[in-house]
């Protein structure tokens, strides 16, 4: 079973960084697209950042890019999301997805195949 498991969050400060990490559970030689959603207290999720499974394509959020970076390793199946300059505002939880369609579009549309638990990131002001 393919299930991302994600690891990093907790709780910081305003104006820090966050680095949370993903890992696919399943040893495969196939490598996911991946990418990155978070939904804040009483809000719908939202979606983040995607990278293609070469790592040589990313998408991002508008309203994040330039923040956030996703990166990921070229040989398996992890990917990072690097988060600078945190704000209250970027309180949620944050899940990992992976998915079997290379088109990584389809991530702005939530159309994702696998799922992570979420890891909770708070940014207290």
């Known amino acids: 079973q393919v299930q991302p498991v994600e690891s990093g969050g907790g709780v910081v400060q305003a104006g820090d960084s966050l680095r949370l990490s993903c890992t696919i559970s399943?040893?495969?030689?196939?490598?996911?697209?991946m990418g990155w959603f978070r939904q804040a207290p009483g809000k719908g999720r939202e979606f983040v950042a995607a990278i293609s499974p070469k790592g040589d394509h990313t998408i991002y959020a508008d309203s994040l890019r330039g923040r956030f970076t996703i990166s990921r390793d070229i040989d398996g199946n992890t990917a990072w999301l690097q988060m600078n300059s945190l704000n209250p505002g970027d309180t949620a939880i944050y899940y990992c997805a992976a998915n079997l369609d290379a088109n990584i579009n389809t991530f702005r549309l939530q159309l994702v195949e696998y799922w992570g638990q979420g890891t909770q990131v708070t940014v207290s002001s």
């Open positions: 399943r040893r495969t030689i196939y490598r996911y697209p």
